[in-house]
């Protein structure tokens, strides 16, 4: 068996990327190579990184590009600057800790901006721009991985709230969330059109997290189990 080093980078210009795109590749590349890279065998070990990374990418627009300017975020649309983030800790070699900071800005951020209301956008959407809030999504259950048809999380309405019932495994950032995306059952009888999308936040009484799970790779992508009774 033997090892392989990744291919070199190349500084060629790609004609999809334009010069906003290249100056924010450079200041990520030297966030990567100040505040990553250092400690990254260190949060592979302890099989987590650190909450506060995702508010220092914060401090320097790396997270929450989507969000708009109003709520403290990039004001843009153009997934180019993700793509760039995802390139840029591909070249330093960072898994772990770079996926939870892709899944907070490609995965759940566009379910906030698409679907908040406007109570629940200024409640939430400064703390996502700002890393300060960090989120998930809790798909995968122990008894059905993520056929969403099968799940058997539930959340059935009472009067004016939906109570929370299920667990959930293999959630990315599920540790250090703060605010975690739910999909359960709002009406058990259906399949597919029975399934909803619900926020739960860090402290709701009922709100459970259990191991951070030991994985072959990764590892300081913090995976978790998550519970919920009579959420």
Do not use: C
Request: aromatic share 10%.
């Amino acid at each position: 068996m033997t090892s392989q080093t990744p291919a070199a980078r190349t500084d060629t210009p790609r004609p999809i990327f334009d010069d906003e795109h290249e100056a924010f590749r450079s200041s990520f590349a030297a966030f990567v190579a100040a505040e990553i890279s250092p400690h990254y065998v260190e949060w592979e070990e302890a099989g987590i990184a650190p909450h506060d990374l995702y508010a220092r990418a914060g401090e320097y627009g790396f997270v929450g590009m989507a969000i708009a300017e109003e709520f403290g975020g990039g004001g843009t649309s153009d997934f180019r600057f993700n793509q760039v983030i995802a390139e840029e800790l591909a070249a330093a070699g960072i898994g772990g800790a770079g996926l939870g900071l892709t899944l907070h800005n490609d995965i759940t951020t566009p379910y906030f901006v698409e679907y908040l209301n406007d109570e629940q956008s200024h409640r939430w959407l400064p703390g996502i721009a700002s890393g300060e809030l960090v989120t998930a999504i809790a798909m995968t259950e122990p008894g059905t991985g993520s056929d969403l048809a099968g799940i058997a999380s539930t959340a059935i309405r009472d009067g004016d709230e939906y109570v929370l019932n299920g667990s959930k495994t293999f959630i990315t950032n599920g540790i250090n969330a703060d605010l975690v995306i739910v999909a359960a059952k709002t009406d058990p009888t259906q399949r597919h059109a029975g399934v909803s999308l619900l926020v739960v936040e860090r402290g709701m009484s009922g709100f459970e997290r259990g191991r951070n799970l030991d994985k072959i790779g990764m590892h300081s992508q913090d995976t978790a189990e998550l519970f919920f009774t009579d959420v």
